[in-house]
């Protein structure tokens, strides 16, 4: 019984500390965001709501291929292509899945 009760509340922590690491990527794919997009887009909520979960998910698929191509002929171009942007694209899809207009 006691052992039980000790993997249950392992497995509690180790949940709760997912959904810390989660939320700590969004709020870094928001920072992101307010960056690198709000110049063009807007408000953070407000540019997350121009593309649904689905959407946003096929545009960062296939090393965000589509999202690249999108802004290849704008100011932001460089920021697409750039080092940075491997590093966050995780965490902005993540921000702008959670705040997609279906969410």
Known sequence: MKNKRSLFLAT??????????SSADTARGEESYKSFCSKCHGSPT????????AAWESLFSRNAYSIRATHSRTKSKSFFNSNQFKRTSTDLKQFLQANASDS
């Open 12 to 21: 509690l922590v180790g949940l709760s500390l997912v959904s810390t690491a």
């Open 46 to 53: 407000k540019g997350a709501k121009m593309e649904t979960k």
